[in-house]
């Protein structure tokens, strides 16, 4: 071991593991740059990191084809009680599920190094932030774990000799035997894969997988899932929300926090450049907030994250700049195609496809090629300080104060371009009914709606009925200080399947209604789902859109809301007696409003 660690719990946790993993070596990170050049050259030397001559600092990774995305069905909320998990999560008892990886565990880092990386969740030393310490046998990690969340040796100083932190313990589940040599990415089959969360003592294990949200902890597993059982506890939230900021043309400030399932374009909304002028736009977060009463009353959020995992296809000058701008140095593409002078290319990128190129599993791809170049759940991994419109605010150790409160999903029918809800719990039944329906982009059959509540049926850490209440309470505790709810739907379609509304930059005259809705500025039309802007007060100006089309996004179909009810009545009755009684409220007078 390079440097003797002070904390008492973690000294004995790391040799708890070091005993059970048996690693040839231990090593703990600093989070310095010299460490980051090191990690990499090992990288190189094992040619497992690809320079890119385009790209300064920049580097590609390629993983095991069977090792591209999150694992949901090998994700576990291990709570006592299956109960506590609720209907949403995997659950296996602790003990049971504790013994099955503890066997897997077992010398499973022998001949390779232990890597202990200490790191903050939000700024280090805010009151907001959480330590967490993610022990690791992959240097992959290390370098992501390095851009997406704080490391840094002040982090072990803060913890002295009694701080508390969340162990983070992961391993990819590939022992080295003597002389053995690594493979290009080393993991475990599907079936010895287990992405584990003990809530109750703010734990978490994961074995067999080094990508992304199964292997950079402080993300899905820690900064959501660890940490919404948390904030239930403690009286706060953790959200799958971007965080944004709007300023209008008087210079008054907007935040706005956004949850959207996957394929919405959440990191584009994020990032978003308003076609309106006078209007200006920042990004704060793209993926989690943390949010805290602050002593006005007002709800605060910060970003606790360091950077963007983002999805490479279908990032492009047209659907987001400011990503693009994010990625010219200093980033790690995973799974991205390589082009044959040097740089990334993947679907959906500007310009011509390369004559050329070499595809994520390292074969010769053309234009011919029949499968993709880019998997379509490649990603960049990029510092936010590159993002050339991040806020000089996303730092603050208080956060932002918090006006609007969106939710959404990608629906081709039914569902209007935008409306509010009536009042708080109105909004948490929007929250708690959002639906998408399925891309090629995540699993299920095309087209099938699926329930998401929050966005956040991966990702809540306990029981989702708690969950639905937890925000109720949110809401009572924070009465007219709370934030307005408005829904979403940017996909919705003609009868001939064009997308009616153009999206992306002209979103901001959507964000521009809620603004003037939250200042009293505007009216709107009460419907049996919520208020919807009256005809005139959506700024249109500079657009080309028939006042048809525009008519058909705002559309509310009762019949077609009345088609609905089964399946949310459904999706509510799993829930049993954990649904809250408000929320049955909700549902009721949703009906007597339809009619
Ligand atoms: O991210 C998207 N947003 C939010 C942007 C701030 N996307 C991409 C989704 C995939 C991740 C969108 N796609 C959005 C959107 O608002 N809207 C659409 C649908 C759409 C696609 C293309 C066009 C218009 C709408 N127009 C042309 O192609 C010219
Ligand atoms: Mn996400």
Request: aromatic fraction near 10%.
């Amino acid at each position: 071991m390079n440097i003797t660690v002070k904390n008492k719990k973690l000294k004995s946790w790391i040799k708890e593991v070091a005993d059970l993993c048996k690693p040839d070596d231990i090593y703990v990170c600093n989070g310095s740059k010299e460490e980051y050049n090191l990690m990499l050259e090992k990288l190189l030397e094992s040619r497992i990191a690809i320079p890119l001559k385009k790209r300064p600092g920049s580097f590609l990774f390629r993983s095991d084809p069977s090792d591209v995305a999150r694992v949901e069905n090998r994700t576990y909320i291990s709570t006592p009680l299956k109960e506590e998990a609720g209907p949403m999560n995997n659950w296996i008892e602790p003990s049971e599920l504790k013994k099955t990886m503890l066997d897997l565990y077992k010398g499973c880092m022998k001949g390779r190094t232990m890597y202990v990386i200490p790191f903050s969740m939000g700024p280090v030393g805010s009151p907001i932030s959480k330590i967490g310490i993610e022990v690791s046998d992959s240097p992959y990690v290390v370098i992501n774990m390095h851009i997406m969340t704080r490391v840094s040796s002040r982090v072990l100083e803060l913890l002295s000799t009694d701080g508390e932190f969340i162990p983070c313990l992961h391993s990819v589940g590939a022992p080295l035997s003597k002389g053995q040599e690594d493979s290009q990415w080393p993991c475990a089959p599907i079936e010895q894969k287990y992405i584990s969360h003990f809530p109750e003592e703010n734990l978490i294990w994961s074995y067999g997988s080094g990508y992304g949200g199964n292997a950079l902890l402080g993300k899905k597993c820690l900064a959501l899932r660890i940490a919404s059982a948390m904030a239930r506890r403690e009286g706060w939230m953790a959200e799958h929300m971007l965080i944004l900021r709007l300023t209008g043309p008087e210079g008054k400030q907007y935040h706005i926090a956004a949850a959207f399932p996957s394929a919405c374009g959440k990191t584009n909304l994020a990032m978003m450049q308003p076609s309106i002028p006078g209007w200006k736009c920042e990004c704060i977060g793209d993926d989690i907030a943390w949010m805290k009463t602050g002593p006005d009353g007002r709800l605060y959020a910060i970003n606790p994250e360091n950077g963007f995992f983002g999805v490479a296809p279908g990032t492009s000058y047209n659907t987001n700049p400011m990503a693009m701008d994010t990625l010219n140095e200093n980033v790690l593409f995973t799974n991205c195609a390589l082009t044959d002078d040097g740089d990334v290319w993947w679907e959906g990128m500007d310009g011509d496809e390369p004559a050329h190129a070499i595809d994520w599993k390292g074969r010769d791809w053309t234009p011919e090629s029949v499968e993709e170049a880019a998997h379509p759940n490649a990603r960049f991994t990029a510092p936010a300080s590159q993002c050339p419109v991040i806020c000089k605010d996303w730092e603050k150790p208080e956060g932002v104060p918090i006006d609007i409160f969106i939710f959404g999903g990608r629906r081709g029918s039914v569902a209007p371009l935008v409306y509010e809800a009536y009042n708080w719990d109105h909004g948490v039944f929007l929250g708690s009914t959002a639906a998408s329906e399925t891309t090629a982009a995540n699993i299920g059959a095309l087209g099938n709606l699926r329930r998401d509540p929050f966005a956040m049926k991966p990702f809540c850490g306990y029981n989702m009925g708690d969950y639905f209440q937890h925000w109720l309470d949110m809401g009572d505790r924070l009465g007219d200080k709370a934030p307005r709810i408005f829904y979403v739907n940017w996909f919705r379609k003609s009868g001939d399947g064009k997308f009616l509304w153009p999206g992306f930059s002209d979103n901001s005259r959507v964000l521009k209604w809620m603004c003037e809705r939250v200042d009293g500025k505007v009216g709107a039309r009460e419907t049996p789902i919520g208020l919807l802007p009256d005809e005139g007060d959506l700024d249109l100006s500079g657009l080309d859109l028939s006042t048809d089309d525009m008519r058909e996004i705002m559309i509310v179909d009762t019949d077609d809301w009345k088609a609905e009810l089964p399946d949310i009545e459904s999706h509510f009755d799993k829930f049993g007696d954990r649904l809250p009684e408000r929320l049955k409220k909700q549902l009721q007078e949703f009906r007597k409003r339809l009619g």
